[in-house]
């Protein structure tokens, strides 16, 4: 497609998406649940042709990333998750509409805030088709248009997955160009999307760095963005080490591709010895790479993690699992099986070093003191804090969002996962009885 046609392309697409915004606007929540549980049927009814068209986008993917192949996938249970998604969302509140905030004021008038749709959302992602169906079933229930714009690996599968929404949309009586998904692979598409704001309202961007710090340099649009997740746990002194030894190990290896994996390990040194020897046995039984700081190296290597009755100790090279650690390395998100460690003295220390190095994404303590936990909560400042919990929590369908559009570590208009609420504005409205100002 060359660039004329692109430009056309996208005009077309905008104003499509502006005019379906209004009648989305306008459209009841029953009808738009409706939408939303019909969706949720029609990925069920689909999972044989949305697998074929996933290992159409493998099939191409022999350069990506393991990582970025992970991300790729579209097995049944991601499939079901959606639709699980779709259902809770159908299930929750309708927001729109509601009047908040309303009081009287001394002229008689009386204010209040009124939550609207955002209009039209942008979402320009990579990898995860997945976030095909998250986005457009946000777009739905909050009663927003929406245009996707996935990465050219998944677009085979973002094609299946785009067509069933619409189908959907139009089986609800609703425009099915509430949610379009951008035809072309062309990269000039992304340009032009985030460069149209008689079309487009705000853009939220899903992808590596280089897309987001492109997306926040040349949009002329708001942007709602994250351009890290460098999480971290801290295990406190005191803290139940069964407990942290569980939620460490589920936050960096239950899946090592998410940016809500823990990337960086802190450990209050009163408790260091006897933690540390126990976590990197699990790390190193499971080949994840330890990157310490000397003191943590220094434990480690005198207790040497040893191998799982399971495997015979050559099967793991424990020594080559064992690394020091570099200055950018507490920066760092791996999206990998590697993690820093650092022995901190304490929580002033750790809340010192997550507010330096941090992505200010998900941070979570390990901890048995409740004074702890609450300075942790207040200290740190991230768009989601956690106690005794794995940061892989940070997720608007754990959170109960039923999905989420993106997690934003911006401090304004939306943080953390940002669902429905996220895509919707507030407007004053007053409501009088002959009132004038005197």
Request: glycine fraction near 8%.
């Amino acid at each position: 497609m060359n660039a004329p046609d692109v430009s056309l392309t996208m005009q077309a697409l905008g104003r499509q998406a502006r005019d379906a915004s209004r009648a989305m606007a306008r459209a009841p929540a029953a009808v738009r649940n409706q939408a939303l549980r019909e969706l949720a049927r029609l990925l069920r009814a689909h999972v044989e042709p949305l697998q074929a068209a996933n290992a159409r986008d493998l099939a191409r993917a022999g350069e990506l990333s393991a990582p970025m192949r992970d991300r790729l996938k579209l097995t049944p249970p991601i499939i079901e998750t959606c639709a699980q998604g779709c259902e809770q969302l159908a299930a929750m509140p309708d927001l729109i509409g509601d009047v908040v905030g309303l009081r009287q004021q001394p002229s008689g008038i009386r204010v209040g805030q009124m939550r609207v749709p955002i209009g039209v959302f942008g979402m320009i992602y990579e990898s995860r088709p997945n976030v095909t169906i998250e986005a457009a079933s946000l777009s739905i229930k909050s009663a927003n248009a929406a245009i996707l714009r996935g990465g050219s690996e998944a677009i085979e599968s973002n094609r299946a997955l785009a067509a069933l929404v619409q189908q959907a949309l139009e089986a609800a009586g609703l425009p099915p160009a509430a949610v379009q998904l951008v035809p072309t692979t062309d990269r000039a598409a992304v340009g032009l999307l985030i460069t149209m704001p008689e079309f487009v309202d705000v853009v939220i961007p899903r992808g590596g760095r280089g897309l987001i710090e492109r997306i926040s340099r040349e949009a002329r649009v708001p942007v709602i963005k994250h351009l890290d997740g460098n999480c971290h746990s801290y295990v406190d002194e005191p803290c139940d080490l069964d407990l942290a030894v569980t939620v460490v190990d589920n936050a960096k290896t239950q899946k090592y591709s998410p940016c809500n994996a823990t990337e960086s390990l802190l450990v209050a040194r009163g408790v260091a010895q006897a933690f540390l020897p126990r976590i990197g046995a699990v790390f190193a039984a499971k080949g994840v790479e330890m990157r310490c700081d000397a003191e943590a190296l220094a434990i480690l290597k005198q207790n040497r993690p040893a191998a799982p009755a399971s495997q015979a100790p050559a099967a793991i090279d424990i020594e080559a699992l064992l690394k020091p650690a570099q200055e950018s390395d507490w920066y760092e998100e791996y999206l990998a099986p590697v993690i820093s460690i650092k022995v901190v003295a304490g929580l002033d220390e750790a809340i010192a070093h997550i507010n330096h190095y941090g992505s200010h994404h998900t941070d979570a303590i390990l901890t048995s003191d409740h004074r702890h936990a609450q300075r942790f909560l207040r200290e740190v400042d991230s768009a989601s804090v956690m106690v005794n919990a794995s940061t892989r929590f940070a997720d608007g369908f754990e959170y109960g969002l039923g999905a989420e559009i993106g997690i934003s570590t911006d401090k304004f208009h939306a943080r953390g996962p940002v669902g429905i609420e996220g895509l919707t504005s507030l407007k004053w409205v007053v409501l009088g009885e002959g009132e004038v100002r005197g």
